[in-house]
C-alpha cells in the first residue's frame, strides 16, 4: 500500500468522525444554565452613586497627571495643567435610572504656556482600575489633538 492511498483512508476516517461528532451534537437539546453553570457573582449594576465632588483633589491631580503624559509621550510637547479655577457641576446622573452614575463638570485650566482654557470632565463610578474606585475621563478645549471628544469637547460633556 502507498503512503498516498493510506493518507487519503485517514483523511476519510477524519472526515466520517467529524460529522459523527456533529450530528451527535446536533441531536442533544439544548437547556438553559443550571444553577452550577450561571455566574451568580454577576447579579447585576449595584451603584450607589457616591462620587466625590468636581473639586476632588483626586479627580483633578489625575486629570493633571494624565494631560501631561498624554501630551509628552504622544505629542512631544512639555505642556502642563498648573492650577484649576472655577470648578462646578454641570450635571449629575444625566441619563436614566440603571445606567453608570456620572458627575459631569467644568472648569478653566491655566495651562503652563500661560493660557487659561477650559476643561470637561466627569467622574464616573466603578471607571477605576478593575473597578475598584471612581474613574475620570476629561478634555481640554483646543488641546484634544487626536479628536477623541471633537468638536471643542463637546462629546466630554453630558
Known amino acids: 500500500m502507498s503512503v498516498k492511498a493510506s493518507g487519503g483512508r485517514i483523511r476519510a476516517a477524519g472526515v466520517a468522525f467529524g460529522a459523527i461528532l456533529i450530528a451527535a451534537a446536533a441531536s442533544f437539546q439544548a437547556n438553559a444554565a443550571n444553577i452550577f453553570e450561571k455566574n451568580g457573582y454577576l447579579s447585576g449594576p449595584r451603584y ?9 483633589w483626586w479627580a483633578l491631580n489625575t486629570i493633571k497627571s494624565r494631560f501631561s503624559t498624554k501630551e509628552g509621550r504622544f505629542w512631544v510637547s512639555n505642556l502642563e495643567i498648573t492650577n484649576f479655577e472655577d470648578i462646578k457641576e454641570v450635571a449629575f446622573r444625566p441619563w436614566a435610572d440603571g445606567t453608570i452614575p456620572r458627575r459631569f463638570c467644568t472648569g478653566r485650566a491655566l495651562i503652563s504656556d500661560g493660557v487659561w482654557r477650559t476643561v470637561r470632565y466627569s467622574i464616573i463610578e466603578d471607571a477605576g482600575m478593575i ?4 474613574g475620570v475621563e476629561w478634555c481640554v478645549v483646543g488641546l484634544d489633538r487626536n479628536w477623541a471628544y471633537s ?4 462629546e466630554a460633556a453630558p
Do not use: E
Request: proline letters at 12%; charged letters at 20%.
Open 48 to 56: 450607589d452613586s457616591n462620587l466625590p465632588a468636581c473639586d476632588n
Open 151 to 154: 468638536p471643542a469637547c463637546k
Open 131 to 134: 473597578s475598584w474606585s471612581f
